[in-house]
């Protein structure tokens, strides 16, 4: 399962407490996620074996309150490219049925230092500060990460802990005007499929006009 990605993501002055200083609670602030904090060891090793958590509870995850609030740990935290995973294993009943019906996204509950030095990411995305010494208190399952669906829950526990296999997240395609439900992979080769389409038949009318005949395809 994806937990966390780099890059620059958005967030309310209020999230980071900015808006004690008189700043707009709702201004947006973009914060940049550097490869070598998300991936700094320390950080890595901060989110092995931390609680799964059904949304973000309003405090952290200590040990006086883990018992109420964990209902699974993440384990063997690894990068993949510019994703940090992990496996999940998910043990409360609650939590299966939740990501069973579809609650299958992953935010992750963390401090940081915040490092508020403006400046512009290697693919030219502007930002305003810099999160620094990431540090892993819980895996929150949500219904929308602040990530997007990149961060979500890709695979299923073993059959041993009660859990089917979960498919890929289903998104909505029209196909000859007919909706279909198809998982990721499926659409973007549906959608590949209805360009090549449009433009065959875009050539096929520009053919029929030029010889003034009508031409089939099969």
Excluded at 72 to 96: P, Q
């Amino acid at each position: 399962s994806t937990l966390a990605r780099t890059g620059v993501q958005t967030y309310r002055a209020y999230e980071l407490g900015l808006d004690a200083d008189g700043m707009d609670p709702m201004r947006v602030i973009r914060l940049h996620r550097p490869a070598e904090e998300v991936f700094n060891p320390q950080s890595m090793a901060s989110f092995e074996n931390k609680p799964i958590t059904i949304e973000h509870p309003p405090v952290a995850v200590t040990a006086d309150n883990w018992a109420d609030l964990a209902k699974g740990e993440a384990r063997d935290v690894c990068r993949m490219g510019d994703m940090m995973c992990a496996t999940l294993i998910i043990k409360s009943k609650d939590a299966i049925d939740a990501v069973q019906s579809g609650k299958n996204q992953l935010s992750n509950g963390y401090t940081f230092d915040l490092d508020m030095t403006p400046g512009t990411a290697a693919n030219g995305q502007a930002y305003d500060g810099v999160q620094r010494t990431i540090r892993g208190n819980h895996i929150a399952i949500v219904d929308a990460a602040r990530c997007g669906s990149a961060c979500r829950i890709a695979d299923s526990q073993p059959s041993n802990q009660g859990v089917n296999t979960m498919a890929d997240a289903l998104r909505k395609v029209i196909v000859d005007g007919i909706p279909v439900e198809v998982n990721d992979t499926a659409a973007a080769a549906i959608d590949e499929l209805q360009i090549q389409l449009s433009a065959a038949l875009a050539a096929k009318d520009a053919a029929e006009k030029k010889i003034g005949g009508s031409i089939t395809f099969t």
